[in-house]
């Protein structure tokens, strides 16, 4: 097999390593995005409620505790959301790491560009 056919294999097997690699990025993606949005959609619920007692017309000393207590509750979810969007920052970021090992141990990948870089860098024979 001459170099160039050694080359092109190569390149085979980068373009369907990188195709699974993208697959399961946008996957995860997905998940990542749905579990914010439902995060987001219940740090927004409690936003709701604490607008509608600040606004409301008659605050009676046991509204206001209400409020203080709603105004607490939330500050506690945007912090609970900020730690979750990291964490899924980081658990996404290992995901990638995970599934390119794992493709790479599949398709023997990390062998096949070794020995691509190898045949690349033998002598020339003329």
């Excluded at 209400?66 to 939330?74: D, P, Y």
């Excluded at 794992?102 to 690349?120: K, Q």
Aim: with cysteine; net charge negative.
């Amino acid at each position: 097999m001459d170099k160039l056919a050694i080359v092109s294999i190569s390149q085979d097997y980068m373009t369907h390593f990188l195709q699974e690699i993208n697959s399961e990025i946008g996957s995860l993606n997905a998940d990542f995005k749905s579990c914010l949005w439902d995060l987001e959609k219940d740090v927004s619920k409690i936003e709701g409620s604490v607008d509608d007692l600040e606004y409301s017309v008659d605050t009676r000393p046991e509204d206001q505790e209400m409020i203080w207590c709603c105004a607490g509750i939330l500050e506690d979810l945007q912090i609970e959301l900020q730690a979750k969007q990291e964490d899924l920052e980081i658990r996404r970021f290992q995901n990638k790491l995970q599934v390119i090992l794992e493709v790479a141990e599949e398709d023997d990948i990390l062998n096949c560009c070794r020995r691509s870089e190898e045949t690349r860098n033998f002598p020339r024979q003329h």
